[in-house]
């Protein structure tokens, strides 16, 4: 049977309000999840592109590129008998939908492809793109690329079937992923993909904790409530331009619909964002002025009120963030052997990876998810970072070390974690 990933890159979030996909990438794998083909091409919508310094297409790109009905018959040949798949599915499938509806293929109201980041969330404590690929060392330097990301899905449906792929609810969920449409009529598409990037140089490294907060925010969600992952993660793809319009209310509007929640429902949601970005912002005890400009924009963008911040003042206490808690190194606490580093596990807590530990990363990511923590990459909200070599200078431990993250040895980490896992069964 195998899979078939689709990603696409879209004018903007509802095709009921006339947007059209973009682009269109496809990665068509093995039932092992070993890649077979890659397909890829830009799409012209006969209307404006949408947020360019996102998506990076711009008009004169899609000029001269085919209709989706163009390509409808190819694609649908590519997908049709497979397991589809996408990360966020509900976003993709609405838009693939409504296009090939257009072109007299009916896909049914009721079909779902196989969420990769609903899945991730359950298996890998992490939901964002991104956040997985952190946690997996799957290197994506084609972000909001249709073709790069589904690379990056590719490669994260892999992980997920050697570690949930015999699970029953795995196989469940597949089998009624399969794409049911055949195509009508074959030949190949003209396709037109975008020029790739070289990768002939190094990738330069990027302060993740010091990206916009709209970039590091991550809400610990319950996987089985996946209407919010949905609204949330498309959330976060409202906030990445940073601008504030009066087209971000009807985008908001749009992702609302597309994950059916109601207004009540909404603005909790925008309450738990904007308290996930305070905290962000908080868990090294300084605000920045630019946080404080990035809070008031969220803030602005969910129609909240601004949150009430204290002065930069030095913390002589350990900030407690929601359920967050970082202790900072001349606290109180016992130290732990070997780095001297301290730190605290609660629920909710961000505990990051680096190296080559005694367990797979993909296995810790499992048992912290179980734990009912969070991970991904390095932000200033991560409670401690868990490496091969506390002298370490990968990406994650520059950062973590640039913003006094503790940085500690999987041999420090395993008995706090344990004790963490005796102190909640016994509770």
Not at 301 to 318: G, T, W
């Amino acid at each position: 049977m195998g899979y078939a990933v689709i990603d696409l890159e879209t004018t903007g979030f509802s095709p009921a309000r006339g947007d059209r996909i973009l682009e269109v990438g496809v990665v068509l794998l093995d039932d092992a999840g070993a890649v077979e083909y890659e397909w890829t091409t830009l799409v012209n919508p006969q209307r404006d592109v949408g947020a360019t310094h996102v998506h990076g297409i711009r008009a004169g790109d899609v000029v001269n590129a085919p209709l989706f009905s163009d390509i409808a018959a190819h694609l649908v040949s590519m997908l049709s008998g497979r397991t589809l798949v996408a990360h966020n599915q509900a976003f993709d499938v609405r838009f693939l939908r409504a296009e090939l509806e257009s072109g007299g293929y009916l896909l049914p109201s009721t079909y779902a492809a196989l969420c990769t980041m609903l899945w991730s969330r359950s298996v890998f404590g992490a939901a964002k793109l991104s956040d997985v690929c952190a946690v997996l060392s799957i290197e994506n330097a084609a972000a909001h690329a249709a073709l790069g990301d589904a690379r990056a899905t590719a490669a994260v449906l892999a992980a997920l079937i050697d570690a949930a792929g015999h699970s029953p609810r795995w196989e469940a969920d597949a089998e009624g992923a399969v794409f049911p449409l055949t195509p009508a009529g074959q030949g190949p598409a003209r396709n037109a993909p975008r020029a790739e990037a070289s990768a002939s140089s190094p990738m330069a490294f990027v302060d993740t904790a010091g990206l916009p907060l709209w970039e590091r925010v991550s809400i610990p969600l319950d996987a089985s409530d996946p209407a919010a992952a949905v609204y949330l993660d498309m959330l976060t793809r409202v906030m990445e331009d940073g601008l504030i319009s009066t087209v971000e209310y009807s985008r908001l509007e749009a992702i609302a619909e597309v994950a059916h929640l109601d207004a009540h429902r909404v603005t909790a949601l925008h309450a738990d964002y904007l308290a996930a970005a305070r905290a962000e912002a908080l868990a090294d005890g300084i605000v920045s002025d630019a946080e404080r400009r990035e809070l008031a924009q969220i803030a602005t963008i969910l129609d909240q009120p601004m949150p009430a911040l204290p002065a930069n003042q030095p913390a002589a206490q350990p900030i407690a963030v929601g359920d967050v808690v970082r202790h900072r190194r001349d606290d109180a606490a016992s130290p732990a052997p070997g780095t001297g580093a301290h730190f605290t596990l609660v629920p909710g807590a961000r505990v990051v990876f680096t190296g080559t530990l005694s367990r797979p990363r993909d296995a810790w990511a499992r048992a912290i998810a179980d734990a009912g923590f969070i991970t991904g990459s390095v932000t200033k909200n991560c409670v401690v970072l868990v490496a091969e070599d506390p002298a370490s200078q990968s990406g994650k431990a520059k950062t973590a070390r640039a913003h006094g993250i503790p940085i500690v040895t999987e041999a420090e980490f395993v008995p706090a974690f344990e004790a963490y896992l005796a102190r909640n069964s016994a509770g």
